[in-house]
C-alpha cells in the first residue's frame, strides 16, 4: 500500500534536542511527571469544558482535568476515547484522574461530536482528519497548544493514550506530530496507515493487515517527510481474545513503531505483570525502550482497568485485569507511585473477564444497535448477521440501523427479548 506523503508544515513547537519520555453511520468502530521538584500533590479538581481553544477544523470538543496546585512545568496526557464513549465515560472508568493528581500531571480529552461520525469514533481512517495539520489532527493539536499555554504545561512532556478508534487515532497522531508527543499508548488500536477509508476500515479490524516492519514503518515516516526524530516512545495494549480489533493490530503496531526506531523485531526484555499480562520491551529495559508491548492473556476488546487496586472502574470495554494506566505512565516515566498498584507479580483479585464487563450483573436487558452488541461483546457476527453470544439467538443484519434487545441470563449468555 502507497502512502502519499502530506505537505510538511511548521512543527508547533521547538523540536526536542533529546530523546523523548509520547463513516460514516455504517461504521461503528468500537475502537475508549518527572516533576522539577518535589511538590505537594495536587488535590482533586474536575472535568471541565473548554469551549473554545483556537482553530478546530475537526468541530471537536474539549474537556480538561487540572488538579489544583498542579505545578508550572507538569506533563499534559491527551486520552482519546473509543467509539460510543465520551469524555465522561473515559475519565470515570480509566484511572487516569487518580494518577494525575497522585503524579502530577494535566488530563486533556478530546470528545467525537455525532455531526462527525454517528457512532462517536474518531475517523483515524479518514486522511483528511489524520494528516497533519489537517481536520480532527488538527483540533486536538489546538487544544494541546492551548492546554499547555493555559496552564503552564511542559510542551516537551506531552502524551497521547486511546482505546480502539481512539487508540487508532493516537497512533496517527503520534506519527503525525513526532514534534508534539513525547510518547504514545495504543489500547486495542490499528496500525498508522492501515486504512484510507470505511471499507478499508473493517479489513484492518478484523482480520487484520499484513505488512513487513518497513512498509508499516514507512506509513509512519510518510506522514511527516524529513522528520530525522527523536519518535515518541511507544507503548502498544491488546487482549488475546480481542474480536473486535484482532491481536494481530497489536503485533503489527509494534513491529511498525520498532522500525520506525531503527529497531529489529525481537525484544531486550520481557517480564509477567499482573492480569496475567505479559511485556516485552524494544530498544531497552522497561524504564529505557522505545517500544513496549503489553499482551493481556484472555482479555476481549477494551482498555485494561485494575478497580481492586484503585485503577479505574469496570464497566463496558474497562475490563478488570491489570492497571493499564499505572503501566503506561511508569513506561512515559512521568509516574511518582499512587492511583493503583502498577507493581508486578501479584495476582489480580479477580480474573481478567474475556469480554466487557456489565457492572449492573446478570438480569441486565440492554437495547443497541446489532453492531453496539458486537463490539461490547453480546453478540458475535457470521458473514453480515449477528447473533447472541450464548443462546446463538438470530438478530438480523450486522450494522448500527437494526437495533434490537438483549438480556443477560448467566455468564457471557445472552438472549433475545421484546424489549427493555
Known sequence: MDFPAPPAYPAPFPRRSRFPLAVLAALTVAFAALLAAPAPRASAAALTP????GTNPGNLAMYTYVSDGLPDGAPLVVLLHGCSQSAAAYHGHSGWPAHADADGF?????EQRSANNASGCFNWFERGDTARDSGEARSIRSMVEHAVSAHGLDADRVYVSGLSAGGAMAGELLAAYPDLFAGGSVIAGIPVGCASGMIDAFGCMNPGKTNTPQRWGDAVRAKNPGWSGPWPRVAVWHGTSDTTVVPANGTASVSQWADVHGLSGTPDSTERLPGPTTAAYHGGDARGAAVAHFTVSGMGHG???DPSSGCGTAGAYFLAAVCSTGHTVDFWGIG??????PGPTDPPAEEPTEEPTDPSGSGTCVTDS???HVSAGRAVQRLGQTYAVGSGDALGLWNVFVTTSLAQTSTAHWERVPGC
Open 106 to 110: 494535566a488530563l486533556l480529552y478530546p
Open 303 to 305: 482498555t485494561p482497568v
Open 370 to 372: 446489532n453492531y453496539g
Open 336 to 341: 511518582e507511585g499512587g492511583g493503583g498498584d
Open 50 to 53: 473548554v469551549p473554545s481553544f
